[in-house]
């Protein structure tokens, strides 16, 4: 049974940007450092990058609303590849203390670019009642 979704399309000039004028800053506070090896070894850095905040942005949007602390640290919810490159998230003991306070047994995500933007689309599942 479908608990929630989430959607979020990201401008990857912009993640571009904030990578420039923060001097990794940005990258540091939002990204595992899986996510940011993955990145180095990526077509473009900055596209990679930008397809895992968009993940991190949905996920929050497709459970937040299911727990009583409405924000969490970005860096709990990994995206990363699986051999055939699909992506898949890593459930770690933070993000897995979110989803059971959710009620949400796995996450779903997909992810796509088209010039510059970046888009993630996941659906949080949890049993049938």
Known sequence: ???GIGVDMVSISEVARYMTFTKSAF?????????VEASLRAYSQAEYLSTRFAVK???FKAIAHFTNNKGFDFRIVETLNECDGYPVIQVNEKLQSLLDEAGVESLQVT???????????????????
């Open 1 to 3: 049974m479908i608990k």
């Open 57 to 59: 942005e949905a996920v």
């Open 111 to 129: 992810i796509t670019t088209e010039g510059d933007y970046a888009m993630a689309f996941v659906i949080a599942l949890a049993g049938i009642s």
């Open 27 to 35: 990258v540091k506070r939002t990204f595992t450092e899986k996510e």
